[in-house]
């Protein structure tokens, strides 16, 4: 996001907010703001407009990204950490459409491990509002065949999320050149929940 350009502008053309930098609380609430005609605001203030509207652009693409079939899922996966050398656990959190809301590496490990805790996965997802989420995680050997532990972490993580009524949609395990859906390899550990 622009914000700290977009604070370095406004600092420019108000004075007022120079004794304190623009949260990005107070920048998204621009973002949706209805704003004058650019054709009578100074140089200074046209350039804020675009830089907003660029950042509003941005912000919108970004919530709207839909995860809605596992090839989609598994390429956003891929592009967050299918590269990485050492293990992450990744959780997007998805809204009632399966819009994207949030993605965040939750958990990093070493180069064959990392330690992942239910209750952390579920907290984010509580605490961002998600109504379901997508986990993933990366095997830096690039053989992404889950392992048992594989297997019980995410029927853990399912179990613990019905209690609380979000969806897991799946659980892929990729690299920088494949992605597994466990939903489609394993989709028993979705019907015992």
């Not at 623009?22 to 605001?41: G, N």
């Not at 297997?151 to 853990?156: G, K, M, Q």
Request: proline share 5%.
């Amino acid at each position: 996001m622009k914000f700290k350009k977009l604070d370095q502008l406004l600092r420019e053309i108000d004075p007022a907010h120079t004794d304190r930098p623009l949260t990005e609380k107070e920048a998204r609430a621009l973002l949706f703001h209805h704003y004058p005609d650019p054709s009578v605001l100074s140089a200074k203030q046209a350039k804020f407009f675009s830089l907003l509207a660029e950042a509003q652009s941005e912000y919108t693409s970004r919530k709207v990204d839909l995860l809605c079939d596992p090839a989609t899922a598994k390429k956003r996966a891929q592009l967050e950490i299918g590269n990485e050398e050492r293990e992450h656990f990744l959780v997007m959190l998805l809204n009632t459409k399966n819009g994207l809301m949030d993605t965040k590496i939750l958990f990093s490990g070493t180069i064959d491990r990392a330690a992942v805790f239910p209750r952390e996965v579920v907290r984010y997802a509580l605490l961002k509002g998600a109504r379901s989420m997508i986990v993933a995680h990366n095997h830096p050997s690039q053989d992404v065949e889950p392992s048992n532990e594989d297997l019980y972490l995410t029927e853990r993580i399912i179990k613990a999320s019905v209690l609380l009524d979000i969806n897991v949609h799946d659980h892929l395990i990729v690299s920088s050149e494949r992605a597994l859906s466990l939903r489609e390899t394993h989709p028993h550990l979705w019907m015992a929940s």
